[in-house]
């Protein structure tokens, strides 16, 4: 079994931060790359950021970049988006997925939380 499953979403003020966990049950997690997605209502799901197997560098959309954080804690099998400075247009189901060595796609996913940001 593959699972991915969120946590810590909400609703906050304009300006506030919030802490989104996903929590992999997945064998050799370190060789895994993680991503972050959301989707609005009404829009397409869009790439937020990633975190890179092994290496654990990461990158993100230019949307969010300088307020979201992305980190990894193997031991815990758990990776975190720390996002601060949230804006209105933050607003979406956010999901976290894996993609494996073998996958040029990612292929497994978390089931979604809301985040809400409130002006």
């Known amino acids: 079994q593959v699972q991915l499953v969120q946590s810590g979403g909400g609703l906050v003020q304009a300006g506030g931060s919030l802490r989104l966990s996903c929590a992999a049950s997945i064998r050799t997690f370190g060789t895994y790359t993680m991503g972050w997605f959301r989707q609005a209502p009404g829009k397409e799901r869009e790439f937020v950021g990633l975190?890179?197997?092994?290496?654990?560098?990461?990158g993100y959309a230019e949307s969010v970049k300088g307020r979201f954080t992305i980190s990894r804690d193997s031991a815990k099998n758990t990776v975190y988006l720390q996002m601060n400075s949230l804006k209105p247009e933050d607003t979406a189901v956010y999901y976290c997925?894996?993609?494996?060595?073998?996958?040029?796609?990612?292929?497994?996913w978390g089931q979604g939380t809301q985040v809400t940001v409130s002006s």
């Open positions: 975190i890179r197997r092994s290496t654990n560098s990461t």
């Open positions: 997925a894996a993609r494996g060595i073998e996958s040029s796609e990612y292929d497994v």
